[in-house]
């Protein structure tokens, strides 16, 4: 069968990094963290992404840093804390978590394409598993199963994970234009 696979390199914006003085252009400027990431594709659908960079970037000058796996995820970590509480400036609520620009519904329809596709695995594997337990009492095949039912629910984790900042993103965004 023929399977048409290609890949694009994009950067990508993820979270708004705080307001403070640029090194490259002296002023203070808001940040933002972005990360360079490569996704794979099958017939134009993107499959997986992988993060080849991580980056903090200046909004003004575009100057940028690259971080750390460890200190990108620090920061990221603080600000996630910082739209919980609300604290978000509200220019960058509206520039940053329109809901179209965090790709809410394409999200909730990975969700459910990823669960409904865990779900079938597990309830199929689970009659498997019962069927062969009742047939021959053996239950040598069991973790075999289970980890055939772990791996297919890593699209579901996945898409889970990335779900959620979108997700209060999307909040705030409602919460400050009253929708
Ligand atoms: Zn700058």
């Known amino acids: 069968m023929y399977v048409l696979i290609g890949n694009n390199t994009k950067m990508k ?3 708004w990094a705080g307001n403070t003085t640029c090194p490259n252009c002296g002023q203070k400027h808001d940040f933002h963290l972005m990360k360079l990431v490569q996704t794979a594709t099958v017939f134009f659908v993107p499959v ?11 909004d003004s000058c575009q100057w940028a840093k690259e971080l750390k796996r460890s200190e990108y995820n ?3 970590k603080k600000q996630m804390n910082i739209l919980d509480e609300g604290r978000f400036p509200k220019d960058i609520i509206r520039q940053d978590c329109h809901p179209d620009g965090v790709s809410i519904i394409w999200r909730i329809l990975k969700l459910i394409v990823s669960g409904g596709f865990a779900t079938f695995v597990f309830l199929s594997f689970l009659l498997m598993v019962i069927e062969e ?8 095949a ?6 055939i039912i772990l791996i297919c629910a890593i699209p579901f984790m996945l898409s889970l994970k990335n779900f959620i900042p979108a997700w209060k993103m999307k ?9």
């Not at 997986?48 to 200046?58: A, E």
């Not at 069991?142 to 980890?147: A, E, R, V």
Request: proline content about 2%.
């Open 48 to 58: 997986i992404s992988v993060t080849q960079k991580r980056y903090l970037v200046c």
């Open 74 to 76: 620090e920061i990221r």
């Open 142 to 147: 069991l973790p075999l199963f289970f980890m």
């Open 133 to 140: 337990i009742k047939e021959s009492g053996d239950l040598s």
């Open 13 to 15: 914006n993820d979270i």
């Open 171 to 179: 909040k705030a965004y409602d919460e400050l234009t009253g929708e």
